[in-house]
């Protein structure tokens, strides 16, 4: 009987990501396995402390930014 379900549980395994907006606890896992340095050890500080949500990552672009703006007189 339980091995009725293994083809389906296979074709799970071979689906993508969902294309779009992964939230809450999913969008924080992603993030932190392709991020490894962008959140804390625990999740709860993200993009090193500067963002204050918990498993918060901002685009690479938007931190970049803001560097450039306090750099500027």
């Keep these: 009987m339980g091995n009725a379900r293994l083809p389906i549980d296979q074709e799970a395994s071979t689906l993508p990501l969902p294309i779009g907006r992964p939230c809450g606890a999913t969008r924080a896992a992603i993030l932190t396995l ?14 090193s402390g500067a963002s ?22």
């Design 52 to 73: 204050g949500a918990s498993g918060a990552w901002e685009r690479p672009e938007a931190a970049d930014r803001r560097r450039v703006k306090r750099m500027l007189p």
């Design 34 to 47: 392709d991020h490894p340095g962008a959140s804390g050890a625990s999740g709860a500080s993200g993009a």
